[in-house]
C-alpha cells in the first residue's frame, strides 16, 4: 500500500453525493467479501459515483478493499486507522474513511470471528492411489481429510475418492506435494481472501 498510484482512485469518492452512499460502498464490499460484488451492486455503486465503467471503479474498490483488510485482519487500532493513508490522501476523504471504518471495525472483526467458528480447519490430509477394481486397473486417488470442529471440538474424517487417467497422476501428486507443503507451514484456520 505504499505505492503513490494505489492511492490515485480514492478521489473518486468525492463524486458520491453523500456520506451514507460512502458508507454503502464500504458495506457492501464487506457483505460480499467472500464472493465479490454481483453485477446489480456495482450498477448501484457506479451510479452512485456518477461513473459511466467498470474501468475507473475496479482500482477503486480494490483499494477499498485493502484497507478494509488492513482495519480488520491485521490488527489495526481503531485509533490508528488515520495513519493508514499517506499525505497525498485528501483531508475530508482521510477523516471520512478513518470515521466509517473506525464504525465497523468491531462489527466486521465479530463477523471474521463467526467465519472462522464455523469453518472446521484442516488438521491433516492424507493420500495413496489403488485401483478402482479388478476389471479396470486405472488409478483412483484416495484423499483422506481430518478436519477439526471450532464449534463442537470434535475431530471428522472425510474421504474423497476420484478416478485418474494416467497422463494426470503425476500432475496430482506435484500440486498434493506443494498443497501439504502449504498446510505445514499453517497453524492457524486456512482463511479465504477477499476478491477485489
Known sequence: MENHAFWDHLPLLVRANSKDSVEYILQALWRTRTTGLDTADRGII???????NDAELDPLLVCLRMLIRKCVYEN????????????????????????????????????????????????????????????TPDPVAVINLRLQNDVKFRYDDS????????????????????????LSETDGPLNGQMPP
Open 76 to 135: 489495526t487500532n481503531k485509533e490508528d486507522i488515520h495513519k493508514l493513508f499517506p499525505s497525498e490522501v485528501l483531508p475530508e476523504l482521510q477523516r471520512l474513511l478513518t470515521l466509517l471504518l473506525q464504525k465497523f471495525q468491531r462489527e466486521w472483526r465479530e463477523d471474521v470471528l463467526k467465519d472462522q467458528a464455523a469453518l472446521p480447519r484442516l488438521k491433516a490430509m492424507t493420500w495413496n492411489m489403488s485401483t478402482s477394481n479388478t476389471e
Open 46 to 52: 457506479r451510479d452512485k459515483l456518477q461513473l459511466q
Open 159 to 182: 474421504e474423497v475418492k476420484f478416478q485418474l487417467e494416467r497422463d494426470t497422476l503425476d500432475t496430482m501428486l506435484r500440486s498434493m506435494h506443494s498443497i501439504a507443503e502449504q
